[in-house]
Nanobody, 122 residues
Framework: QVQLVESGGGLVQAGGSLRLSCAAS????????MGWFRQAPGKEREFVAR????????YYADSVKGRFTISRDNAKNTGYLQMNSLKPEDTAVYYCALAELSSWSKGRYDYWGQGTQVTVSS
């Protein structure tokens, strides 16, 4: 079993930056692919970014490409989402998630954090 705890959310003005963290415990972090998702009020959860187990490959949703950067530090069992040039439409609860190898290839995630609120004011 894996436990995930997100942090770093908050209120920021448009154009500002935030760095989200996802701390993992319970099992070896480096054996999981990691993703970030978000859910805005009244909307379905959407994919934001993902990173492979080694950190060697990343992929982003078009809506955040060029503004957000996903990364991980396996030695610290922690993943990150650096968010720059934030827009009001980025306002959402952000979740990190981990995928075992068998799930990764199917686009599924096995473990989820509780989420952290990001609010971008105009």
């Amino acid at each position: 079993q894996v436990q995930l705890v997100e942090s770093g959310g908050g209120l920021v003005q448009a154009g500002g930056s935030l760095r989200l963290s996802c701390a993992a415990s319970g099992r070896t972090f480096s054996t999981y692919g990691m993703g970030w998702f978000r859910q805005a009020p009244g909307k379905e959860r959407e994919f934001v970014a993902r990173i492979t187990r080694s950190g060697g490959s990343t992929y982003y949703a078009d809506s955040v490409k060029g503004r957000f950067t996903i990364s991980r530090d396996n030695a610290k069992n922690t993943g990150y989402l650096q968010m720059n040039s934030l827009k009001p439409e980025d306002t959402a609860v952000y979740y990190c998630a981990l995928a075992e190898l068998s799930s990764w290839s199917k686009g599924r995630y096995d473990y989820w954090g509780q989420g952290t609120q990001v609010t971008v004011s105009s």
